[in-house]
């Protein structure tokens, strides 16, 4: 079974700077690989996800998130964060492109961006 | 196109009271999910369904029971509350895609 990590419970960055999110994950086979931000009271909303081919992967919001197989992870970058982007971000592991009953979500960590 | 809705945004209830929560998508989805959220947990997935008629469970399912009444509804039921169901519950739609969806929440107490 899979498993999802992410080592930081929260971050705090200030405005204008750049921002990395861990996520580690364990799994046997090639994962499918998700990253979400929910926004405080609201639902998630899926930011980019990585299947297969380019190991760099663009999302919206001007987020970016690489595939590293060889050291299991799939870290979530953003070169110049701005006050919006305080919110929860999950990381998640899929089996499938249509297994979605099978993902796992990571904890969660909650950024605070500083004006 | 409200996307996946959710009713109601927030309930409270005593141990062993029932209700259901209700979802709705519009966007003519066939799979639908429902997760809990826990404070340091992620979501964890209660029960599913891969398209109209069918359901299956999911990491956590007792203590609740499902139905999917068409296409766009897909309900939960909490036949007897505990305070361990206090939650946030999600649910979500996924598209063609493999995108997946999800409404607003609902905020869950049971005292």
């Known amino acids: 079974a899979q498993s999802v990590t992410q080592p930081d419970i929260h971050i705090t960055v200030s405005e204008g700077a750049s921002l990395e999110l861990r996520c580690n994950y364990s799994?046997?086979?090639?994962?499918?690989l998700f990253w979400y931000v929910q926004s405080p009271g609201q639902g998630l909303q899926l930011l980019l996800k990585?299947?297969?081919?380019?190991?760099l992967v663009q999302g919206i919001k001007g987020f970016e998130a690489e595939f590293k197989r060889s050291q299991s992870s799939f870290n979530l970058r953003k070169p110049s964060v701005h006050w919006s982007d305080a919110a929860e971000y999950f990381c998640a592991v899929g089996a499938g492109k249509t297994s979605y009953d099978k993902v796992i979500f990571g904890p969660g960590t909650s950024l605070s961006v500083i004006p | 196109n409200a996307g996946v809705t959710q009713t109601p945004k927030f309930q409270v209830l005593k141990t062993g009271q029932s209700m259901t929560l209700q979802c709705a998508q519009d966007?003519?989805?066939?799979?639908m999910y429902w997760y809990r959220q826990d404070p340091g947990m992620g979501l964890r997935l209660i029960y599913y369904s891969a398209s109209e008629g069918t359901t299956d469970k999911g990491e956590v399912p007792n203590g609740y029971n499902v139905s999917r009444l068409n296409k766009r509804e897909f309900s939960l039921r909490l036949e007897s509350a505990a305070p361990s169901q206090t939650s946030v519950y999600f649910c979500?739609?996924?598209?063609?895609?493999?995108?997946?969806?999800f409404g607003p929440g609902t905020r869950l107490t049971v005292l």
């Open positions: 979500a739609s996924i598209t063609v895609g493999n995108e997946q969806f």
């Open positions: 966007m003519n989805h066939n799979s």
């Open positions: 990585y299947f297969s081919g380019d190991t």
């Open positions: 799994y046997g086979a090639t994962p499918y």
